[in-house]
């Protein structure tokens, strides 16, 4: 069992930089693929970025490359995602998740977050 819990959303003007992180409960971190997922008002559910359980592989959506960056820190059960250059369009819900294997496919995750709003004013 995983427990996550997300921090660090809110509102903030376009350009900015903003840091979400995901705390998870449990000996087993390392042991997960950790993703970022998003949802914007009336769209589904759409993959951002994910991470190995050693941290030493990482995936992004195209619409957030070069801008967002994953990271974790197993010592402390807890990623990040490192938001810079926001635009409007990147205003969504945004969920962290747990899979035992790396993976885009929301599908994939069997553990999740309640999420945190971030908004981005133009």
């Known amino acids: 069992q995983v427990q996550l819990v997300e921090a660090g959303g809110g509102l903030v003007q376009a350009g900015v930089s903003l840091r979400l992180s995901c705390a998870a409960s449990g000996r087993t971190f390392s042991s997960y693929a950790m993703g970022w997922f998003r949802q914007a008002p009336g769209k589904e559910r759409e993959f951002v970025a994910t991470?190995?359980?050693?941290?030493?592989?990482?995936q992004y959506a195209d619409s957030v490359k070069g801008r967002f960056t994953i990271s974790r820190d197993n010592a402390k059960n807890t990623v990040y995602l490192q938001m810079n250059s926001l635009k409007p369009e990147d205003t969504a819900v945004y969920y962290c998740?747990?899979?035992?294997?790396?993976?885009?496919?929301?599908?994939?995750?069997?553990?999740w977050g309640q999420g945190t709003q971030v908004t981005v004013s133009s």
């Open positions: 991470i190995s359980g050693s941290g030493g592989t990482t």
């Open positions: 998740a747990a899979a035992l294997l790396l993976s885009s496919s929301s599908g994939r995750y069997g553990y």
